[in-house]
């Protein structure tokens, strides 16, 4: 059986997943999984696995589709859906209904397998990550996504884009296409999903409403040299493409130069010795999260990707007892 179909058939049967997770070899061994299907699998390198499951699809290339748009009588109107992190499991019933009575779904997906899962659900798929190139600025990419998207709904077409993680969150070219489609007059409207923030509160068992958070894009953080409080959670996106505005293709750090800068800035508030989170979501419900736990003077020594965002815990403060909140507040309510 190939590694695409095991990942397609095991994710979207629960139980299977569970006895998965405590017995893999059992379980890979009965859908007939070769030794080295099985060393990739057990990799938990999900840009290893999603190698293989490209190389084994690459003869659809369903994913290069460029799919002509005639115009139709209908009114054009844009949904937006996201797909979560985790390939299946996170796709909302509503997301699925979208998808299923699109004219045209638009992917920009981070993983091989949800766009064959898209294209199964509807053939007329053309996935956007075509759009971005190597050296190519993103800004550039970002704004063909825009055009493409309102030039689609503006020839009066049905239009699902369908995004990894919650379509809204770093994620402008959405917000920018909803804001185009409905100055033409024509609907348009997002719904969230599963982003990587909510993976990382799950996986750390970290509840950001203890101490309040705060969260930046890497390359804005560090160049308004944002100030932080220490006393909240901090976190960061995009820590393995710090000061770089074209593209990559590649998974590995795009700039371990940036990553240093980002270690001496965040030096300056909590000193070299302070421990932090650097987090990868598992995409794959085979896989496990990575979670790397390192000091500030370590984090160039670790292995960073482009799909990594780390966490700052929040530093301890002594917390306010019960009597005490009650008596601040009775004096603010009397003042
Ligand atoms: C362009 S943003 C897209 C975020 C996405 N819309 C979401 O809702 O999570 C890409 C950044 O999201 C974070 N990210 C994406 N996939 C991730 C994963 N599997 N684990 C941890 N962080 C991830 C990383 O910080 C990465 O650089």
Not at 209 to 236: C, M, P, R, W
Not at 272 to 290: H, L
Request: hydrophobic share 40%.
């Amino acid at each position: 059986m190939k590694i695409t179909k095991f990942l397609s058939k095991i994710s979207q049967d629960f139980q299977l997943i569970d006895e998965f997770e405590s017995n893999p070899k059992q379980i890979m061994n009965k859908f007939g999984l070769s030794e080295k299907q099985q060393q990739i699998i057990l990799s938990n390198d999900q840009s290893m696995i999603s190698r293989a499951i490209i190389n084994e699809n690459y003869k659809k290339r369903f994913w290069s589709f460029n799919l002509p748009v005639k115009k139709s009588t209908k009114e054009g109107r844009l949904v937006v859906v996201g797909t979560g992190i985790k390939y299946f499991s996170q796709l909302t019933n509503e997301a699925l209904y979208h998808i299923k009575n699109a004219d045209i779904v638009y992917s920009l997906q981070a993983d091989p397998l949800t766009v064959i899962l898209l294209h199964k659900i509807n053939p007329n798929i053309e996935t956007l990550n075509n759009l971005y190139g190597e050296k190519k600025i993103r800004q550039k990419t970002y704004s063909e996504i825009i055009t493409k998207i309102v030039n689609t709904v503006k020839a009066n077409k049905s239009v699902c884009v369908a995004a990894y993680g919650h379509p809204g969150i770093y994620a402008m070219a959405t917000h920018r296409a909803i804001e185009n489609v409905r100055k033409l007059g024509l609907y348009a409207k997002m719904l969230p999903s599963v982003s990587a923030e909510d993976s990382l509160y799950a996986d750390l068992n970290i509840d950001p409403g203890e101490n309040g958070s705060q969260s930046y894009e890497a390359t804005q953080f560090l160049l308004h040299k944002k100030k932080i409080d220490v006393s909240s959670l901090l976190i960061l996106w995009q820590i393995g493409l710090v000061g770089i505005m074209d593209f990559k293709n590649t998974s590995k750090n795009w700039n371990p130069e940036g990553l240093r800068l980002l270690r001496d800035y965040l030096q300056s508030f909590y000193g070299k010795d302070y421990s932090v989170y650097i987090y990868e979501a598992a995409v794959f419900p085979v896989c496990k999260p990575r979670i790397e736990k390192v000091k500030l003077c370590e984090l160039t020594d670790i292995e960073v990707t482009a799909n990594m965002t780390m966490c700052i815990p929040a530093v301890e403060i002594t917390k306010k007892k019960n009597e005490d909140i009650k008596y601040e507040f009775d004096r603010m309510f009397t003042n």
